[in-house]
């Protein structure tokens, strides 16, 4: 009864993560602690997860990308990668993307070539981004580093008694996938948009808002009087009224006195709107735009402003800037700026104050485009040292003669001693969300194999697959991983699926390695939406894409991905 009560929790759990109301590391938290409330695991149990040897070297790695993300070396090698033919260009970028991110933070490696792609003007933004992510994805599954998913599932392998993954274990076969998968995304990057900056017909498409004050001219005129509707690179949208909306908005339509007027244009043309007397955009004058500096970012994934509004948070004091404009890929966004919650992904067009790149936050919450502020970088000796010591920990590491967990922390005491990394630094960055997500995950999956549940489902695996053999059911396996990473996200997708697969593989009696590969490679099969993955989502805004664009692009890298894993995890890994 038990073991069937742990399972419709997880099916709970599930639907909650696909609903997206909550976050992850709440969920997983909450249902490590209702396990231990209700005697499913022990309480040892719980905090044994979070001290998990993986888990841990997963956190110190992430630390440690921290420098190697404020390296200036990547942004300034995209500028060599990017020249030529559009072909060639895409070729080197996703090339040498995949190449780092077999070793570095996918995430950082995005985020570093991100603003300097946004800003070149060379080949339009829209056909490099998705690539950019693809390819961060495909590097990243050939090495134990390469992406957390990895990392997640070796803590996982740990606590389940098994040798821990070797560094190298994955690129046997995910170093044949990579190369397949880069031909064919080589193929369909040519089915994406070109959204290019200097087209005018497909020009920055931002969300943004004026507040007509009580004594300004424009009360008691109609627009088209106030001559609202004739504005070069802006449309007047909609008007909030009292709580309601008005949309569309008519030529006589007479406006009043504390109107919130909706525009969508350009971010060049936002200050066309300071002229117009007793117009604030957000609580700033529009006087006072033209004193500030225009600054272009994107939400991040480690952001705390996600799934929260404007309202909720005192935007000027954390960040010494105000919200000018709204933009979320192509969506059409409406209703008023400040009650939109905002999502990991958003671009957000910020009026800044003089010190705004010297507020400590400004890392953790956004990834900066515009080119006139930049984020400190490293100096040249800090870059060299930050590199080389990386590369000797992982050579280190390869070879048996050091540990990673032992050669990481060897590494983070020299940043720590060469200031090329700050405690405070430390402090702000540190992914806390992770460690609630993957230490509770581990106390979850214990809980399902303690309960039966997890080999409750493998026995409905193995009547299913019955006459099929093991190879359907490593399939089946492989195949739920990836609908769960498509629906929730990678790591919870590893979390959930690999009891499963493990309680699988002893079902049927054999070697468990091919099903955990099978849960490890499906847990990175995130390519066809961009909510599944978080550099899918860095890129969404800046890209201006559609939902569409991720289908039509991913679908068939998707299936070469699958084909590539299915036909060679089981020759490199035999039953």
């Given at each position: 009864m038990t073991?069937?009560?742990?399972l419709?929790?997880?099916?709970?759990l599930?639907?909650?993560?696909?609903?997206?109301?909550?976050?992850p590391a709440?969920?997983?938290s909450?249902?490590?602690?209702g396990y231990?409330m209700?005697?499913?695991?022990e309480?040892?149990?719980?905090?044994n997860?979070y001290?998990?040897p993986a888990?841990?070297?997963l956190?110190i790695?992430?630390?440690v990308?921290?420098?190697?993300e404020r390296s200036?070396?990547l942004e300034?090698?995209?500028?060599?990668l990017l020249?030529g033919n559009e072909?060639?260009?895409t070729?080197?970028?996703?090339?040498?993307t995949?190449?780092?991110?077999?070793?570095?933070?996918?995430t950082?490696?995005v985020?570093?070539l991100?603003?300097?792609i946004s800003?070149q003007?060379?080949?339009?933004?829209?056909r490099l981004?998705i690539p950019l992510s693809?390819a961060s994805i495909?590097?990243g599954v050939t090495t134990?580093?390469?992406?957390?998913?990895?990392l997640v599932v070796n803590?996982?392998?740990i606590?389940?008694g098994?040798?821990p993954?070797g560094?190298?274990?994955?690129?046997?076969v995910?170093?044949p996938?990579?190369?397949l998968c880069?031909l064919?995304?080589?193929?369909?990057?040519?089915?994406?948009?070109?959204?290019?900056v200097?087209?005018?017909?497909h020009s920055q498409?931002y969300f943004?808002?004026?507040?007509?004050?009580?004594?300004?001219?424009?009360?008691?005129?109609s627009?088209?009087h106030?001559q609202?509707?004739?504005?070069?690179?802006?449309?007047?949208?909609?008007?909030a009224?009292h709580?309601?909306?008005i949309?569309p908005v008519?030529?006589?339509?007479v406006?009043?006195?504390q109107?919130?007027l909706?525009f969508?244009?350009?971010?060049?043309?936002?200050q066309?709107l300071q002229?117009?007397s007793?117009?604030q955009?957000f609580?700033?004058?529009?006087d006072?735009?033209?004193?500030?500096n225009?600054v272009?970012?994107v939400?991040s994934?480690e952001?705390?402003?996600?799934?929260?509004?404007?309202?909720?948070?005192d935007?000027?004091?954390m960040?010494?800037?105000?919200?000018v404009?709204i933009?979320?890929?192509?969506?059409r966004?409406?209703?008023?700026l400040?009650?939109?919650p905002?999502?990991?992904?958003?671009?957000?067009?910020?009026?800044?104050?003089?010190d705004f790149?010297?507020?400590r936050?400004i890392?953790?919450?956004?990834h900066?485009?515009?080119?006139?502020?930049?984020?400190p970088?490293?100096?040249?000796?800090?870059?060299l040292l930050a590199f080389?010591?990386f590369?000797?920990?992982?050579v280190?590491?390869?070879m048996?003669?050091?540990?990673l967990?032992n050669?990481?922390?060897l590494?983070?005491?020299?940043?720590l001693l060469?200031?090329?990394l700050?405690?405070?630094e430390?402090?702000?960055?540190?992914p806390f969300?992770l460690?609630?997500i993957i230490?509770?995950a581990l106390?979850i999956a214990?809980g399902?194999?303690?309960?039966?549940a997890?080999?409750?489902?493998a026995?409905g695996?193995?009547?299913?697959?019955?006459g099929h053999?093991v190879?359907a059911a490593?399939v089946?396996?492989?195949?739920?991983?990836?609908?769960?990473t498509?629906?929730?996200?990678n790591n919870?997708?590893?979390a959930?699926?690999?009891?499963i697969?493990l309680?699988t593989?002893?079902a049927?009696?054999?070697d468990p390695m091919?099903?955990?590969m099978a849960v490890a490679?499906?847990?990175s099969?995130?390519f066809m939406?961009?909510?599944?993955?978080?550099?899918?989502?860095?890129?969404y805004?800046?890209?201006?894409y559609r939902?569409?664009?991720y289908?039509k692009?991913?679908?068939?890298?998707?299936?070469?991905y699958s084909?590539?894993?299915i036909t060679l995890?089981?020759m490199?890994f035999?039953f």
């Open positions: 073991a069937w009560w742990v419709g929790s997880v099916g709970i599930l639907a909650l993560l696909m609903q997206g109301r909550f976050s709440v969920l997983f909450g249902w490590a602690v231990v209700f005697g499913v695991i309480q040892q149990a719980l905090l997860s001290a998990n888990l841990i070297t956190i790695l992430m630390l990308s921290l420098a190697l200036p070396l300034h090698c995209s500028n060599a020249k072909t060639l260009a070729l080197r970028l996703m090339s040498v995949a190449a780092l991110s077999a070793f570095l933070n996918n950082a490696v985020g570093s991100l603003g300097a800003r003007r060379h080949i339009p933004a829209s981004l693809y495909l590097g134990l580093v390469g992406t957390s998913t990895n803590s996982f392998v606590d389940a098994l040798p993954l560094m190298f274990e994955f690129a046997i995910g170093i996938v990579a190369v880069l064919g995304l080589l193929l369909s990057a040519r089915l994406l948009p070109r959204n290019g200097q087209n005018k017909e498409p943004l808002e004026a507040w007509v004050s009580a004594d300004s001219p424009l009360v008691g005129h627009i088209e106030n609202l509707r004739s504005l070069d690179g802006l449309f007047l949208l909609e008007i009224r709580g309601r909306l949309s008519s030529p006589d339509e406006i009043q006195a109107d919130v909706v969508t244009g350009e971010v060049e043309k936002v066309a002229r117009f007793g117009l955009l609580g700033d004058k529009g006072n735009l033209l004193a500030s225009l272009e970012v939400i994934n952001s705390e402003l996600a799934k929260r509004t404007l309202q909720e948070v935007f000027r004091t960040f010494n800037a105000g919200v404009g933009r979320r890929g192509q969506r966004l409406t209703g008023q400040g009650q939109i905002l999502k990991v992904g958003d671009s957000l067009l910020l009026a800044v104050g003089p790149t010297q507020h936050n890392d953790r919450n956004f900066i485009l515009s080119g006139s502020l930049q984020r970088k490293l100096s040249s000796r800090q870059s080389m010591g590369g000797g920990v992982i280190a590491a390869a048996g003669w050091l540990p967990l050669g990481l922390l590494l983070l005491a020299l940043l060469t200031r090329t700050s405690v405070s430390l402090r702000r960055r540190f969300e460690v609630l230490g509770s106390a214990k399902l194999e303690s309960s039966g997890a080999a409750l489902v026995d695996m193995r009547y299913v697959f019955n053999g190879f490593f089946g396996v492989y195949l739920m991983t990836l609908l769960l498509e629906t929730v996200t919870a997708a590893a959930l699926a690999f009891p697969g309680s593989a002893q049927f009696g054999v091919p099903f955990i490679f499906g847990a099969a995130c939406v961009p909510f599944g993955y978080q550099t899918h989502l860095m890129v805004s800046p890209g201006r939902m569409l664009d289908l692009t991913g679908l068939p890298i998707s299936l070469l084909a590539g894993v995890v089981p490199a035999p």
